[in-house]
């Protein structure tokens, strides 16, 4: 657990991201509290209250006073549209750039794009 | 934030002709869990002690929350040192103790002492000294925690408690810390168990500091390189190595320092997995003689 180059605090915040475009979290759910997190993965609390001060400042959690910590209605939709977002820019960026050194055409590129397309609508 | 802020500056303590700390300026900020890591002999106990106000440097200065503890009532009170044995007296019955504490020792939470020394079985009518290595270090871990001192420090008092032991106090320092936040310093060899409990890392060396920064600051100044073994040679080649794993055909080896952009894009193309730097190949560099100078 926690093996990546990240800090741990960005790595927890992922793991939560991920489980909400899963549907392992639904908006409405309570996550764990501080306390919990901490006491589960046996890291600092501090650590796991910074990773949710992200995830509250990105509007994908919420805080109820008193009660505890909770997936926001829409977070999907925005978890979505700012993974889109990096699909383009981090993704498929690169992946063009190389074909464009390895001389493959547009043609190419779109033809294989179409049909690996068909493939996942068949499934 | 509560706790006592920790502060020494240039604190020197000489045994003979040894020194034991040479120079040392640290700052410890309060409401925090710090890791004070160093080997046999590195002079962590010496610090601790001077800390807890059992004894005073021979040059330099020490301040909690601003304050000289030494021979101070009242910081004294809110200051807390256990190591694994040596710091209660073993003729007494472990229910004598608990009550030694529970009138001494201002902040003491009963509830928290009785419930952890029943979840290990702990046999309140015999004496510490009749008791085995591992339940001796759940004792005085137990005292520690329960006390609730302001200043929290925890010398080795996971040593002789067995490996499920050890998680479960783990887990009980941190659930007790997010409920009563205070400044809490745990030294330990076992360093992978605690690298991710600690906010900030320390590390002795030969009674000096050799390092003092945030976890996850020192978690950025190494990376493994994990894969096939000929393809982890190569791609360290011109780097600093000052770890090594092998299992089976693949290796784990940890370079120093966060390398460069295109070498990652290499790495990966390769199918190297990349992570963080165990703190224990660290601390082993920065504390090995041999690599020293």
């Known amino acids: 657990m926690f093996e990546g180059r990240d800090p741990i605090y960005l790595q927890i915040a992922e793991a939560i991201r991920g489980e909400i475009l899963t549907g392992a979290l639904q908006e409405g759910n309570q996550v764990m509290s501080t306390t919990q997190y901490a006491t589960t993965y046996r890291i600092n609390p501090a650590t796991a209250a910074k990773a949710f001060a992200e995830l509250v400042a990105e509007e994908i959690l919420v805080k109820q006073r008193g009660v505890g910590m909770f997936v926001a209605e829409g977070a999907t939709d925005r978890l979505r549209a700012a993974r889109r977002e990096a699909f383009f820019d981090e993704r498929l960026a690169p992946v063009v750039r190389e074909a464009a050194a390895l001389g493959i055409t547009a043609a190419e590129l779109t033809a294989y794009l179409h049909t690996h397309l068909d493939q996942e609508d068949d499934r | ?293």
């Open chain 2, 1 to 293: 934030m509560t706790g006592l802020s920790v502060t020494t500056r240039d604190v020197s303590v000489r045994y003979g002709a040894a020194r034991a700390l040479d120079g040392v300026t640290l700052d410890l900020a309060p409401g925090r869990i710090h890791g004070l890591l160093g080997r046999n002999g590195a002079g962590k106990t010496t610090l601790l002690s001077l800390l807890a106000s059992f004894q005073r440097p021979d040059s330099g200065d020490v301040a909690l929350d601003g304050r000289d503890p030494f021979e101070d009532a009242r910081l004294m009170q809110d200051t807390s040192l256990m190591r694994a044995t040596g710091d209660l007296a073993a003729d007494l019955k472990i229910r004598d103790i608990l009550r030694l504490h529970r009138t001494g020792r201002a902040h003491f939470d009963r509830d928290l002492a009785d419930h952890l020394l029943d979840r290990f079985d702990i046999p309140r009518r015999r004496s510490l000294a009749r008791l085995s290595r591992g339940q001796q270090s759940v004792v005085a871990a137990t005292i520690g925690l329960a006390s609730r001192a302001p200043l929290t420090m925890l010398d080795e008092v996971h040593l002789g408690m067995d490996a499920p032991t050890r998680q479960e106090f783990t887990e009980a320092l941190l659930a007790d810390f997010a409920e009563h936040p205070r400044t809490i310093i745990v030294s330990s060899h076992l360093i992978h168990e605690i690298e991710h409990v600690l906010e900030t890392v320390t590390i002795l060396h030969r009674g000096r500091v050799v390092l003092s920064e945030e976890a996850d600051d020192l978690r950025t100044q190494g990376t493994t390189v994990t894969g096939r073994a000929d393809r982890v040679e190569v791609m360290t080649r011109d780097l600093r190595v000052v770890g090594r794993r092998d299992l089976g055909p693949t290796r784990e080896a940890t370079v120093l320092g966060r390398p460069h952009p295109a070498w990652v894009t290499e790495a990966e193309r390769q199918g190297l997995q990349l992570g963080a730097a165990p703190l224990q190949d660290l601390f082993i560099h920065l504390t090995s003689d041999r690599d020293a100078a």
